[in-house]
Each structure stands twice: as C-alpha cells, then as structure tokens.
C-alpha cells in the first residue's frame, strides 16, 4: 500500500510541473488577452498625454437605434454605467457601477455619452421607450458590454424587430416563418458543420471523442476578441489572424498532449476522460482571463437586416455564410484532391495499413489537428457574430456539434457537413412548433433517435459502429 | 492564516452532505464504468430525475415522502431503460454522447418556462424536506473539535452515510456474486463473454440499472440535504465532479468512491480556503477573491488529467485489474 501511494505521490508531483507546460501553451492566447487589456487602461491612462486635455480626444460609447427598416428611431432612452473600475484623465479611479449615465437618442437615432476613461461599461436600452410595434429582436439583449478603448470610442447598437416582444418573426405567416427560420437555421449548421469537420477528422483519425473541441471554438472567438477590441486590428484581419493562431495552437496541442498519449499507448476511453479534465481547465482558464461576460464585437454589432424576399438576413450573416462555404469547400477539396487529405481518410480506414504503406501518420494527424482547430476558430468567430462572445459558448455548442457528427456518421467528414446542417435547420425550425427554450431538446432528441434506427449516421458504414 | 479554520471546513465538507452525495453518484458510476466499462456520461441525468420526482411529489402531487422516494426510484429505472436501450448495442462512445445529451434534455426540461407550473423554472422547487427532518431524532447539532454541523445537517449526514455504506454493501455482494463475475469479464472482453453464451446486452442494462439507482439515491440527499432542487444543480459539471471522484478513489473497487469523495472535498475546500487567505493576506496578488472558486476548477481539471495519464487506477485501485479501455 504505501509504496503504491508514494509512486502515485511522486508520480502527480512530477505530472504537474510537465502539464502546467501544455496547459500554459495552451492558454497562452486568452493569457496574453486579459492582462493586455489591463495593461493597456492603466498605462494609457498614466501616459503624459492624459495630463493635457487638449491632446485627448474623448472618450464616449455611442449608437444609433434604428427600426427594422433601418429608419432612426427618437427618444429612445439608455443607461450606461461602469462595469469594471475605470481611471479618469485627472488619475482618480472610479469604482465599478459608480459612473453613470442616460440618454435619448436624437431625431437621427444617434446617441453619444462621454466617459470619464477607457474601460469595460454597460450599456442598457429601455425597452419601453420604443415606438409601440418595435421590440428588441433577442428581449433578453437589452444590456450589453461594451470595452472601450481610452481615447476611442465604442459603438453599441441593439438590433430591432416588429413585434412588442421582439422574435421578428411574430405576426408572419406561417410559410414566411418557416423560410426565415431555415434560412437562420443553415447559417447555425453551417456554423456547427466548421466545428464538426475537425471533431470528426479527429475521432476518425486517432479515436479521440474529444470533449474539449468546444474549447478550440470559444478560443477562436476570444482571440478575435483579443485581437479586434484590445489589440485594435480591423475586424476581418484580427478573425483571419486568430484562425491561424488557433490552428497553430491546435497542432501545438497535438503535439504536446495527445500525440505523447498516443505514444504511450493511453486508451481512447482514458483519453476521453482526459479531453474532459482539459476542456474543464480551459473553460476555467477562460472564465478567469476573460471574465463572466458576454460581449459583443465592437465591429458588426446588431447590425440592420436586409429585406430579400420574405427573408430577413444581416449583411454580416451572408459574409458569414460564404465564407463558411468556401472553407468547407476547400476542406472537401482537401480530403478529395490533395496528398495529405487523402492520407487522412486512409488512416480513418485503417492507421496500420496506412502506416505499412507509406504515410507518415503522426504528421497527418497532426496536419488535421491543425485544420481542424482553424475550422473550429472560424464556428467560434461566427457564432460570436450574432450571440457574443463568452467563456463556455464552445461548451454550449459541443452536444450539437456532437449531435450533427453523430447524426452524420462519426469519423466521416462529409457526413459531419451534412449532419450539422439538418441539425441546424431543424433547431430553427422546430420552434414553429416547441417553444424556442427546448430547441436544443428537439435536436438532442433526434440524435438519441437516429442512433435507435441507422446507428452508423447518414453517410456511416455499417462496421465502423461495432 | 487560521489553519484550525481551514481544517475544520474541510473536515466537515470531507464527510458533509456534498461528499455523501458524490459518494453515491460515483458508487452508482462505479457499477456502470469501474465494473461494466459503460461510459455513463449523464450520471446528472439520475441524481436529477429523483431529486425532481421527491420534490414535485411532495410539492405539486402532496404525497407522503415515501411515495416521492419511489417515485424518484422508479423515474431512475426509466432513465435507464430509455438510455440503455438504444445504446447499449452500440460502442461505448456513443452511449457516452447519448448519456450526456440526455442528462441535458432533462435538465433543459425541467428549467423551462413551458413546465414552470411543475418543475418550478429556473427556480426550482423549494421547501419539501420537512417531512425527511420529522424524523430526525437529534435534537442538537453536532460540534465535534473542528467539525460543526447543524442539527438538520446532522441528520442528512447520518441517513447519508447509512445510505453510502448500504450501497457498498451491495456493491461489494453483487460485484463477487457470479453475476459481477460476468459484469467484469464483460468490462474485459465482451465478445469473450458472449461466445459463451450469456446475454452481455442484459447484463450491460441490468448494470446500468443499479447503478442508475445507486446514483439516484444521491439525487434524493441531494434534494433533503440542500431542502431544494434547481435544475442547474445537475449540469454536465456534476458527472465529470463524479468521474473525478471515481478515479480518484479507485475505479471497479467497493471503496474506492467513498474514499474519492472524502479526499476529493476535503482537498476541494482545503484549496478553496488557502488560497481565499493567502489572497486576503496579499500573499498572493494576482487572483481576486472572486476568482479562487475558478482556480479550483483548473486544479480539478488538471487533476482528472493526470491521475487518467499516470495512475488510472486512482488510490485503491489495482491497474492489472481495470482495463480502462473496456468497451
């Protein structure tokens, strides 16, 4: 017995500093995010600059409320307050909650609040100001955080919908509704679809049902945040910037974690349970740098819809969508037409004839790793485009990723496309009927019923479930 | 630093109502992946359905406490059934995903406005235990050196723990009964048991069965100890806390949950109050207050890691026994 607790003992002692390692690789980039962005309100603040009134320009969170038709909307009434403490130019620190503010929009719609200093503030709009007939689209979103810069300004602005209680699509007809909903409901599968690509390219290729995959995908959306609104880079440059740091780090993560389990023999059961202490520790780590939360892009936010035909969609949600499209058309051109992509499918068939044949297996998988983890940052940037960016959103979509894989055929990328988009459309489609709460409960439903009759997904083969 | 405080907090956490509730849900995990080798992911599922099927007979239907406890014993049967069924015939990792995506429909359901008039929302359902404290034959709480309990606390505790060592109990029966022979011959190889005629898809059920209930019983103290189920209660974080526990106690060992949860709370809280001094102290500076809770989560996290890379067999546990990559 006690020589049995000492080797465990050493063993841990030993295990702890090795994997602070990884994990500190791993969480490098949410690391970097949160004391940047402490960093820069106080060192900007203490600049001989803020001294001279002059040479600052202000400070303020401004917006614009806009009806459903993109007409101004006046008198619209909003608070603004202090969420974090904030220093002023004169050096005196305000706590949090103690700045406050109102305003009305004016005849424009246009509303201004100047702040005493840089620094994460909420914004809250009454509801009850708005014309009769207008809602907000989401009702729960009627405050939201903001980070602004010293010396910047930040934008809030808060979508708009026909309806009392927002839910844009009340009062439509049926078909109307149902064209809306699946429209809504293709962008989320394909939002999904990014996300399964790697969990499926994975589990196919090493056997790994990855519980922290989640994780890759709140990684891509917190660096874009990191490098959007701390870093200040242009949107679309800061979202191509954090897909390939996220796939870089994806394929560090492999090499530093996965690829020496695999070395060492550790099961696919034993590694499930590891990827659920890692993702745990993420999620963690994540809370602790970026906070509890939800935060908006500054670029993009509740952006105005555009009419075509009875559908309603934002111009962010069509760039979104096409360039979902195009990477999942380079990753089928990938697995299809290139070298390593086919390598890849073969290894998913069998890793030993594989590796008898000729193909390098680890730096296949880890290439997948890679793509996988790049593809899984571009589901997080986008979910993030419409819901926000937080700590747990890969978390919250890992079942429906898993649902869409599964759905698919576990292992088989296309399935896992093909997969993802039922799942979505039928999430958004499902609330013309259950109360959109339980949308999730329908499509994790379905999963438990497709696995009773084609338990090996749409597109599986029969032998792979065993 | 008031060590004496720290250690009675986590002495008294370490054999409180939190450690026996862990305790059950891993014992009720032990049967399903320490002896089965089935990845029940949704043990939150079960705790869940009995804690909600006590408090809504209590509390919507007004039955006696006993009727709640069949209830709730016979919603967990249920569960099992629906689970088992279709996954059973399936690889492990699937009924891993299909456990996981159940415990969440339930926890989705029972949170829903829709259902607001019998599971009580967000909100839950509130004081239901008086009947459970009637009985309680203490009349004082406990102060034993650096242990405090309150008299209710008491009361959960010594029902609690009874529960606990009955589960053992049974475990420890059933697990050298020839039927845990076939339970851990199909852990090591199914196809084996198979070929020799028995029935491994009845077995497997008749498994996650018991230890569907054995959880479940954790559900019930979970609802009395606490006199109130909220469905956030029986998130996702519950079953890993539970797999934490089994692994680190010793999977497919009789004690082995019992003993995780012990260590595991007493280490939980051990860390929470040290670091929540060393950070009031100044000592150390770059955590807030507010952040110690999420410190213990990496703690935990890392922890399932490394004890799953370098000792799955956790404490007790015997490593040429458990093949952990039973499917």
Redesign the interface.
């Known amino acids: 017995m006690r020589p049995r607790?000492a080797s465990?003992l050493a063993?841990?002692a030993a295990?702890?500093l090795m994997?602070?390692g990884i994990?500190g690789v791993a969480a490098a980039a949410p690391a970097a995010g949160a004391s940047g962005q402490v960093g820069g309100v106080s060192s900007l603040a203490d600049t001989p600059l803020a001294d001279d009134d002059s040479a600052v320009a202000a400070t303020e969170v401004k917006g614009v409320v806009t009806d459903p038709n993109r007409e101004p909307i006046a008198a619209v009434q909003l608070d603004v307050t202090n969420s974090e403490d904030v220093t002023d130019p004169s050096g005196t620190v305000i706590p949090a909650g103690e700045f406050t503010a109102t305003v009305e929009t004016k005849d424009d719609g246009t509303w201004a609040v100047p702040l005493p200093g840089g620094g994460r503030y909420s914004v809250t709009i009454d509801t009850g100001t708005l014309p009769e007939g207008i809602g907000l689209a989401d009702p729960d979103q009627d405050t939201r955080t903001v980070n602004v810069l010293p010396e910047k300004s930040g934008t809030v602005l808060f979508r708009t919908a026909d309806g009392e209680n927002g839910g844009g699509t009340a009062g439509r007809s049926t078909l109307d509704r149902a064209l809306q909903l699946t429209v809504d409901g293709l962008l989320f599968g394909l939002t999904i679809a990014l996300a399964a690509i790697g969990l499926s390219l994975i589990f196919g290729t090493t056997g790994l049902?990855n519980f922290s995959h989640g994780e890759l995908v709140t990684l891509g959306a917190l660096t874009t945040y990191f490098f959007s609104s701390i870093v200040g880079l242009p949107f679309v440059l800061a979202a191509a910037v954090a897909v390939l740091v996220c796939g870089l780090l994806g394929g560090v993560q492999d090499k530093a974690l996965w690829g020496r389990?695999r070395k060492?023999g550790?099961?696919?059961?034993?590694m499930?349970?590891?990827s659920?202490?890692?993702?745990?520790?993420?999620?963690?780590?994540y809370?602790?740098f970026f906070g509890g939360n939800t935060r908006q892009f500054n670029a993009y936010a509740g952006q105005a819809g555009i009419q075509l035909g009875p559908v309603l969609v934002t111009p962010k949600s069509m760039v979104a969508a096409v360039v979902a499209v195009a990477f999942l058309l380079a990753t089928a051109f990938w697995l299809l037409r290139t070298r390593s992509g086919k390598a890849s499918r073969a290894i998913s068939d069998n890793p030993a004839l594989a590796s008898a044949s000729g193909i390098d297996v680890e730096r296949v998988i880890n290439r997948v790793w890679i793509y996988g983890a790049g593809l899984a940052a571009l589901a997080g940037i986008i979910y993030s485009l419409n819901n926000g960016v937080n700590w747990f959103q890969g978390f919250q979509i890992l079942?429906l990723t898993?649902?869409g894989v599964?759905l698919g055929g576990?292992g088989t990328a296309f399935g896992a496309i093909v997969g993802s988009l039922i799942v979505g459309v039928m999430i958004q489609v499902s609330t013309l009927v259950v109360?959109p709460?339980?949308k999730?409960?329908g499509a994790?439903?379905i999963?438990?019923?497709i696995?009773?009759i084609r338990?090996q997904g749409i597109l599986g083969r029969r032998e792979r479930?065993? | 630093m008031d060590w004496g405080n720290i250690l009675g907090q986590s002495i008294t956490q370490g054999l409180g109502v939190l450690a026996v509730i862990y305790a059950l849900a891993a014992i009720g995990l032990n049967v399903h992946f320490g002896y089965t080798g089935l990845l029940n992911f949704g043990q939150a599922g079960f705790l869940a359905v009995a804690a909600y099927g006590l408090a809504v007979t209590i509390v919507v239907l007004e039955l006696p406490l006993f009727v709640g406890v069949v209830i709730g014993l016979l919603a967990a049967v249920a569960l099992a059934l629906l689970l088992g069924i279709p996954t059973l015939r399936l690889r492990a990792d699937y009924l891993a995903i299909v456990t996981i995506a159940a415990a969440e429909i339930i926890r989705l359901l029972v949170r829903s406005v829709t259902l607001r008039d019998i599971f009580g929302g967000s909100d839950g359902i509130n004081a239901f235990a008086n009947e459970f404290f009637s009985y309680s034959p203490f009349s004082a709480g406990l102060e034993l050196g650096p242990v405090r309990l309150s008299q209710n606390d008491l009361w959960v505790v010594v029902v609690g723990w009874t529960l606990v060592a009955l589960s053992c109990l049974l475990v420890w029966l059933l697990m050298r009964s020839p039927w845990g022979r076939v339970i851990k011959a199909i852990r090591e190889d199914e196809d084996a048991v198979r070929s020799l005629g028995k029935n491994v898809y009845f077995y497997k059920m008749q498994a996650l069965i018991i230890g569907g209930v054995l959880g479940s019983l954790g559900g019930f103290i979970f609802a009395v100890g606490f006199q109130s189920v909220q469905p956030d209660s029986y998130a996702t974080d519950l079953t890993f806390f539970a797999y934490a526990v089994l692994i680190l106690g010793g999977a497919g060992r009789v004690m082995g949950p019992v003993l995780g949860a012990v260590v595991f709370w007493f280490l939980l809280v051990f860390i929470d109050g040290t670091l929540a001094q060393l950070v009031q102290n100044g000592t150390i500076t770059f955590i807030r207050t507010d952040q110690v809770g999420q410190v213990r989560y990496w703690i935990l996290g890392l922890s399932l890691m490394l004890l799953m890379i370098y000792r799955p067999q956790g404490i007790l546990g015997d490593k040429k026994e458990l093949a952990l990559d039973a499917r």
């Open positions: 607790v465990w063993a841990m295990a702890v994997l602070l994990g049902t389990l060492r550790t099961g696919v059961i034993a499930l349970v590891v659920i202490g890692f993702g745990i520790l993420l999620r963690y780590v809370l602790f079942l898993f649902a599964t576990l109360p709460e339980l999730n409960v994790l439903l999963l438990i019923i696995l009773l338990p479930v065993g």
